[in-house]
């Protein structure tokens, strides 16, 4: 008989033990906090795929600007000229460099037309720098050809307007501005027609914006071909 009790005792005690499942409350309170976290996780997540995109963009255009303003450096200081008022000059052997301040919708621009030693592989080249306007931005755009059939058959707005010249160099930009400092000032003119020159130093400046913050990156150049170094 007190067998039988003490194994009554023990199917009870474990019985109790034993767990009797949640309530609908527990479970819609831990549905509460399910949410909540996986919220706050998506949040965090979305949050830290825009910054990394944002940063993504605006280091490529930082490199992208800085990568065509050291070109242009190396280009304007590579930069040639054949004495352009010599009487009897055969025009196979013309070279220029021209700085125009042009007005594109309100802002200022400008376009750089030169002469100068190749990257791409041995000779000389004519080169222009422009920028076009798209949806109020601007793209900075590169034109170069053998500078031997530069401008005999082509006057210099039908050489900028050629698409099998050029190429995009840098997009969604606010400015890209050329200077040159002459008595002591920066001018945005230039053109050895005139002058009978190379400038002395140029100034070349790219805008753009980052996250409503105004960026101008400056490069400075000297044409250095002809001259005591």
Known sequence: MKNAYLRKSSLFTVHCSLPNGFTLLEVL????????????????????????????????????????????????????????????????????????????????????????????????????????????????????????????????????SDKRYISEIIEGIDGFTVETLYNNEWIKTWNTEQTGKLPDVVRVSIEFDDKGKKIKLTEYAKPKVGRQL
């Open 29 to 160: 309170l831990s549905l509460t906090l399910l949410t909540i976290i996986l919220g706050a996780a998506y949040s965090s997540f979305f949050t830290i795929q825009r910054a990394i995109e944002r940063f993504t963009d605006v280091s490529l255009k930082y490199q992208d600007a800085r990568t065509a303003l050291d070109l242009m450096q190396r280009e304007i200081e590579g930069a040639l000229l054949k004495n352009p008022m010599s009487p009897g000059r055969d025009n196979n052997d013309k070279t220029t460099f021209i700085i125009e301040d042009r007005d594109i919708f309100g802002k200022t621009t400008s376009r750089l037309h030169l002469t100068a030693f190749s990257f791409k592989g041995s000779g000389i080249n004519t080169i222009s720098y422009f920028v076009q306007e798209k949806d109020g931005k601007f793209t900075l755009i590169k034109g170069e050809l053998p500078a031997s059939t530069s401008l005999i058959d082509k006057s210099l707005t039908e050489f900028i």
